[in-house]
């Protein structure tokens, strides 16, 4: 009896786990598209679009619109910036996707279907980018390197995954 109890938890946080790696990697390919906006671009999508100039800041800091430049020392700008609603970006803000099918543990208080208590997303994933300056070493066509950093929610707030990946532009 023992056995079987445990290997039901272990199966639904490894269900939680890969329902928060979804919404993390899907609010990677969101910031992608944020920063190489489809032609045409949607609607929703950044007017302008991401430019050099839009980082004109302090490090370690980020705009109220996901844009941050990387800090010189801890704390990165992931871990204070990546889950404040006032400096992070939404999965779906720029880009118009649809939004995960909430759980009902939401913790953002949004309006939606409510799925089973063990599906769907506590809070939509969430994402900063940051500009790391001109790719090192050199890589023809590209002159801006930028880190993307998102995380994603399992059906508990408790569940996190958060993924980074670089990107060329």
Not at 61 to 75: F, H, I, Q, R
Not at 131 to 151: D, F, K, M, Q, V
């Amino acid at each position: 009896m023992v056995g079987t109890a445990l290997e039901e938890r272990m199966a639904r946080n490894s269900r939680e786990t890969n329902i928060a790696f979804q919404g993390a990697e899907a609010a990677l390919r969101d910031a992608e598209a944020d920063l190489k906006p489809p032609v045409p671009a949607p609607a929703c999508a950044r007017a302008p679009a991401i430019t050099v100039g839009d980082f004109i800041m302090a490090a370690g800091t980020c705009s109220n619109t996901g844009e941050c430049l990387p800090a010189a020392v801890a704390p990165q700008v992931w871990d204070a910036w990546l889950e404040d609603t006032t400096k992070s970006v939404r999965y779906g803000t720029y880009t118009c996707a649809t939004l995960f099918p909430i759980s009902a543990q939401n913790t953002e208080g949004l309006a939606g279907t409510v799925t089973l208590p063990s599906m769907g997303v506590s809070k939509q994933p969430r994402y900063v980018i940051e500009y790391l300056g001109p790719p090192n070493p050199a890589s023809p066509p590209y002159t801006e390197a930028y880190r993307i950093t998102t995380i994603g929610y399992g059906p508990t707030p408790t569940t996190k995954v958060i993924l980074q990946e670089e990107v060329l532009r």
